[in-house]
């Protein structure tokens, strides 16, 4: 059974088939030519759109005029027109051509194909074929492109303009490739070829007989092993994986990851898909049916819907679109599905908690018991402390005086797939819910970034535009931060700061705070660049994070403050200097009874070599 029909099925099978409404004429063109602009070019309905109406506005022309322009330049009956020889290697008299589109001289054809590719994306070229005195193809010369496309040695967009395949890719004039271009030009008959290796990468081509001439679009294929596996690892960390169904084709394809959420083994090919509607929970049908309506108008859908797998409810968010053609009509959809369950589960669990704690807000013992609950969901506190290469490291959270006050301090201690560790501490201005929950969106963003770049002040910079963002939604959300990476071998340390206190660092018996390199709080300035500062650790010392309740109170000054922490540092290390962590927690206390304080104390350890070894095989 062909994609389409099956595509038509499963919308009647949800009681979809509705139908466009018609509209005026004008509007007409306006749709057919959007339609032909996104099918041809594989781009959205919306960016087709944009494309056209930016044409009409530099050419100053009636909308509806570019547009009937456009569709007589790409609505070209392919099956039916008959190729006309070249007079000599000089542009095709287009008008000689059934169903080619009408121009005003030599050079107006292809000035309006370029025109089209000026506004839409990816890499493209009119190419207009060039015949010897027998008739047969010699080469092919570059008349239109647009401005992304790029030839292996560099040159793009206009710049290939007047240049001969020959030229430029010597070697296709002898390959395979050749005689499927001469076949497209005698038949009409559109192809993809590839992929297919060729100097500068590997590439897919398609092409289609435009007038007298081939339009092409290719693609590179980026095949290095880094990207694929950051590709296969930001599948895995985000539990998301993409599939794609052509109607046309009827051919499905599902990413890796995708089978790994559907637990199906891949010899076993996509899933059906009567047996894809089996596994949906019948109570979410109204969903589908309105996420159906809305993808058959057009719309991307965006639906979270659950599905009863081995006997377990999974939640699945699908993100789902479209290719289509110029009546609106899918071509080709392809979405990405993520696994939300563990998401979900946690907004049960916390919506539980705050539905308690509402009910019992007269009980201040009940309060207070599951505010340490909720704090334990988001922000688990280890027992004692923790070894991670190269490092013991020890947290301790002091909850503020008035119970149930859940506050916005945080922190992240974990080793990372190269065997450095990653540290942080960090402060969302405010208390209670809001402030919890920003933490959290804080604390878990980190965690997912960290596998793209491990560079503290690139980190701090996506963590300053998640909280803009977040500004947005909720207004006056700000925080400060500190982000740190430790390197085990060198014992280094390179860290970044967004307004938050310095650390302090105690070596031979003197504690002092460290100079911090720029950086401003997150959620103040979209744009913000932050430093970062390198510090080499030695054995014996410690290093303490902390957020502003350790330090602040509104009866004293910060130096005050400070100053008090110092010294308890100094005597708690005096006291253990060979096990210093566990002391000096207990010796800490909060100077602000009205704020919640996270500290993060390390210290490095030698004898590590053979475990970091390990750890590094292991991972």
Not at 385 to 413: F, I, S, T
Request: proline share 7%.
């Amino acid at each position: 059974m062909g994609g389409r029909q099956a595509y038509l099925e499963a919308m009647e099978s949800l009681r979809t088939a509705a139908h466009r409404p018609s509209g005026d004429a004008a509007r007409a063109v306006v749709d057919r030519a959007v339609g032909l602009l996104a099918g041809r070019t594989r781009c959205l309905l919306a960016d087709a759109h944009r494309h056209l109406l930016r044409m009409s506005d530099e050419q100053r022309r009636d909308l509806v005029e570019v547009a009937a322009g456009v569709i007589s330049l790409l609505d070209v009956p392919e099956q039916t027109t008959e190729l006309v020889p070249d007079p000599g290697p000089l542009w095709l008299d287009p008008a000689a051509v059934p169903g080619a589109p009408p121009v005003g001289g030599p050079d107006a054809w292809p000035h309006t194909v370029q025109a089209v590719l000026d506004a839409i994306p990816g890499q493209h070229a009119l190419l207009i074929p060039l015949r010897d005195a027998n008739g047969r193809l010699a080469d092919l010369e570059f008349a239109a492109v647009s401005p992304e496309a790029v030839s292996a040695d560099g040159r793009h967009g206009r710049s290939l303009t007047g240049t001969r395949m020959g030229e430029l890719f010597p070697q296709t004039l002898v390959s395979e490739r050749w005689l499927r271009y001469e076949r497209i030009l005698d038949t009409g008959e559109p192809a993809e070829i590839g992929p297919f290796d060729h100097p500068g990468g590997r590439y897919t081509v398609r092409a289609h007989r435009l007038g007298p001439g081939l339009l092409v679009t290719w693609e590179r294929h980026d095949h290095h092993p880094a990207a694929g596996e950051r590709i296969a690892a930001t599948e895995r960390l985000g539990n998301l994986g993409w599939g794609e169904w052509d109607l046309i084709s009827g051919e499905v394809r599902w990413s890796a990851q995708l089978y790994r959420i559907y637990e199906r083994d891949p010899a076993l090919g996509p899933l059906p898909r009567a047996e894809s509607e089996a596994l949906a929970v019948a109570e979410d049908l109204p969903l589908r049916l309105a996420a159906a309506e809305a993808f058959h108008r057009g719309e991307q859908v965006d639906v979270t819907t659950r599905i009863l797998l081995h006997g377990r409810i999974k939640y699945l968010r699908s993100v789902v679109d479209a290719v289509r053609d110029a009546s609106g009509a899918p071509l080709r959809i392809f979405g990405i599905v993520q696994d939300v369950t563990a998401r979900e589960a946690s907004d049960q669990r916390l919506a539980e908690v705050e539905s308690q704690l509402a009910e019992q807000r007269r009980s201040l013992d009940a309060e207070h018991q599951l505010a340490a609950r909720l704090q334990q969901i988001i922000l688990p506190i280890p027992d004692g402390p923790m070894a991670l290469p190269g490092l013991k490291v020890a947290v301790r959270y002091l909850p503020a005086e008035q119970e149930g006050m859940v506050g916005g301090d945080w922190y992240h201690a974990a080793a990372l797939r190269d065997g450095s560790v990653l540290l942080a501490v960090g402060d969302v201005a405010g208390h209670g819910t809001q402030a919890a929950t920003t933490m959290a969106q804080l604390r878990h963003s980190l965690r997912a970034l960290a596998v793209t770049t491990n560079d503290p002040s690139v980190l701090l910079g996506h963590l300053n535009r998640l909280t803009c963002d977040l500004d947005a939604e909720t207004p006056e959300t700000a925080a400060t931060a500190i982000v740190a990476r430790f390197d085990p071998v060198r014992r280094r340390l390179t860290w970044a700061q967004a307004g938050h206190p310095p650390p302090l660092l105690s070596r031979g018996g003197r504690t002092a705070p460290l100079p911090r390199p720029a950086g401003p709080m997150l959620g103040v300035v979209e744009d913000a660049a932050y430093e970062c500062a390198t510090l080499d650790l030695h054995i014996g010392d410690v290093l303490l994070c902390y957020t502003d309740g350790l330090v602040e109170h509104r009866s004293r000054g910060l130096d005050d403050g400070l100053e008090a922490v110092i010294r308890t540092v100094d005597a708690a290390v005096a006291a253990s200097p060979r096990q210093p962590l566990a002391e000096l927690l207990s010796r800490l206390r909060r100077a602000n009874p009205d704020d919640d304080t996270c500290i993060l104390a390390v210290r490095p350890i030698t004898g590590e070599t053979q475990d970091l070894r390990h750890f590094l095989r292991s991972r």
